[in-house]
């Protein structure tokens, strides 16, 4: 047996992945050369994230679960330097908190290594065939989940994503919270639970949980941010949910379904942090607080948003909606089984896309249109050209939006022709099952009827007098906006009103007191320890003398007997 | 081509005509509630033709082509909903898996356009009209999912509006059992919520933000909104009568059955948006996320149980 077939399988699943690994690796480089422009130690950056590209195409490939662990532990350690080149203060808990969380599910993933080796005594994936009858099996299938569900981000080993979106450079994120961790992750666990294990009902049930609590409470959490980053990275880790519940389903269409919102979430993802990072470039803040208008200022970013918005909130014709929807039908298909569950991760999953879409639209608002935070001082007159000339020149750099377009394009390509693109070229190849189908929803026939009907809606406008629009200011029973500054609504405050629902309430309150922070609450019960520890080393030397005679008469008594 | 057809025809212009008598129904009942005389038939028709005729402000300093273009993409949305559902309403073998989903969705777009423009006004009271549209919506969608799942259930698990209609065709309208009841009364106060009529007119609230998202439209663009509610008015109801009962049939006396069915909605709608006061939006979130779902829930329970 020659090495390379030993150590790397090229299979369709895995080539699917290289591709967008790679797409992606060039998108942020270019957008990188924007973003990261005149910072310091650039050589560094550059070198790891090509690292990082070659370690997760290596990990993509491999076929040697020992390979795939040195590859996948080499991310996580890349990861950490990458969050490194932050320049906030919360840069270096943030990067230890992600390296701790991700190394301790690697550790995990080590035991599962050593499960499956007892279990099959052998390590090639392609080999391994372990039925989930026995606790043992069982166990080194959690590990190897944790595993992935800790790269990806789902519940409950999400928390490092929101941190790591608020604090690491926007690039960074876009590349490996946003898009790498989630193919490889969402790769990984579709490789175990579909080639490496063979799943049974009460298995695909966990992760069905697991999906449909990952998508609620995450964009539940998402609601209530006050920071762009932070609150795209909540997103991040909500819509894993449905790329779980897609692969728990257990079904093809399900699974299909599952393995193409994960690539759609890239996609869309990765352009919403872009967007979201040249948007930070030109305002110097995230903070929801002091954004505002923006869409005027930078039209290219705000469609580039708002198309990646529409497209992760489930809005049709996009991509996002493609998936989704074949994820419904997967799980509609569980209703064969007999259970009647499905119901709730139906709802937990159309739920979870209004509460996107809410949580797009204040960020929409906050960011892109509303009053912008701090007005010039100028008075009631409308903008003359010159300031809007000057206005115009504040889009981005072309190195930064060429890559935001580009997503932005694929997000509408993908849901117009997502069976005749993505769907047959991508995803029905790496699936051995086949598909069966029951229904086509005709994305082109929709967009075109939408287009027939956008073109009806300006008939109409031409039939009126649009040729003769008029600027007014904005009617605020009289008063003028630009005078009272208290009257500027940002946004952050939209859903105040469903945090002081009272369940609601309690559970946010929880929440930011991270209490379902695991990471918090593995870093309590290590220092739970350690106190006891430091009570007994105080320093003062008659305590350990006091010590030292305590034990000198144990050994005495227990030698001399 | 055909479908290009069907979507100006029966998408568009019918649907249009019938949500403009069915507002003028809704203004003349209102009217006799009030003790007025009320607008001649073709009242509605005349205010958007007026509405066109008036010049478009466009607020200073707003982004301008999302503002136009808002109106337009929710009328564009209203009339593929109602395409679909004429198309299912007419050839139900047409209809095709999960359009049921799709028209779930597809509703929405209509109030998503009327967020957009709010926000697009610049304007403070418009976009806390809009914010609060954004919260009706998360309200009002859990309970209207979960009612809408009642007839999935009920006609086998199948998520094709046109299984849905020859299932009813064969075994009665699901209104009739005491799951669909229930079902149909969460979905009818969800579809008030939906057209933001009172008691759940608090995106517009006249009387205390001055329209809300619409604040700021004048013209043309308030001329489409105007014309998307009021096809609104049509499509929503249209929804309900196909799932719960039993869909509007062209034949013979079944047609004066499906217009008594949809006027019996326009009715109904009308007479609890001239009884209550409107409710503030906590109120109105709490309402829908509590007794409404609860009651949700309790008609899929009785529908798995097969009452």
Known sequence: MNLTAQFFKFDN??????????????????????????????????????????????????????????????????????????????????????????????????????????????????????????????????????????????????????????????????????????????????????????????????????????????????????????????????????????????????????????????????????????????????????????????????????????????????????????????????ADNGNNLWIIWLIAAMFGSALTLASFMKLIHAVFLGQPANEQPRSNEVLTKAESMINKRRETSPTMWIPQVFLAVLCIIFGVFAYRIPLKMFIFPSLVEKIEFFGIWNASLATILIIVGVVVGIIVYLLGTIRKTRETEAFIGGEILEKQSNMRVSGTEFYNTIKDITPLGTIYGLAERKVFDIYHLGSIITFGFNKVLRYIHNGVLPTYLAWCFLGMIILFYILLR | MIYIFYFLFFGFLLTAIIGLLASWIDRKVTAKVQYRVGPPLLQPLIDIVKLLGKETLIPAGSSKITFLMAPVIGLASVILVSTLLWINNIYPAKSFLGDLIVVLYLLVIPSISIIIGGFASRNPLASLGASREMKLILSYELPFILAILVTVIKSGFTFRLGEILTFQAQNGAFVRSWSGTLALIVAIICMQAKLALVPFDIPEAETEIVGGPLIEYSGSGLAIYRLMKNMLMFTVPFFLIIVFIGGLRLDGIHLLYGVLKYIGLVALMTVIRNTNPRVRIDQAVKFFWGPMTIIAIIAIILALLGR
């Open chain 1, 13 to 334: 699943l895995s080539i699917f992945v290289g591709i967008f690994i790679g797409i992606f690796f060039l998108l942020i480089t270019i957008y990188s050369f924007g973003f990261m422009w005149q910072r310091k130690k650039l050589i560094y950056y550059y070198s790891y994230l090509i690292l990082t590209f070659i370690s997760s195409l290596g990990a993509v490939f491999s076929n040697n679960l020992i390979l795939f662990m040195v590859f996948w532990g080499f991310l996580g350690f890349l990861l950490y330097l990458l969050i490194e080149f932050a320049q906030t203060e919360n840069a270096s808990y943030t990067a230890k908190k992600a390296f701790i969380i991700i190394g301790g599910t690697d550790a995990l993933m080590l035991l599962g290594l050593a499960l499956v080796w007892r279990l099959t005594g052998s390590l090639q994936m392609d080999e391994i065939s372990i039925s989930l009858n026995t606790k043992v099996a069982v166990l080194a299938y959690m590990c190897l989940a944790a595993g992935a569900f800790a790269k990806a981000g789902a519940m409950p080993f999400h928390t490092w994503v929101p941190d790591t979106a608020e604090d690491a450079p926007t690039p960074v994120t876009a590349f490996l919270p946003a898009s790498l961790d989630k193919l490889l992750g969402i790769y990984f666990l579709a490789r175990i639970t579909l080639d490496m294990f063979k799943m049974n009902p009460a298995i695909n049930t966990v992760l069905m949980i697991v999906g449909s609590v990952t998508i609620v409470a995450a964009v539940m959490m998402a609601l209530i941010q006050h920071d762009l980053k932070r609150l795209l990275g909540y997103h991040a880790v909500s819509q894993v949910g449905y790329m779980v519940l897609g692969i728990g389903t257990g079904n093809p269409i399900g699974i299909a379904g599952g393995l193409f919102h994960m690539l759609n979430h890239a996609i869309y993802k990765s352009c919403l942090f872009l967007s979201g990072g040249a948007v930070e470039k030109e305002a110097g803040t995230t903070d929801l607080e002091k954004l505002g208008g923006f869409g005027k200022i930078m039209p290219i970013t705000f469609i580039t948003f708002l198309i990646a918005s529409l497209s992760i909130s489930g809005i049709p014709p996009f991509n996002g909606f493609a998936s989704k929807w074949m994820i419904y039908q997967g799980i509609i298909k569980t």
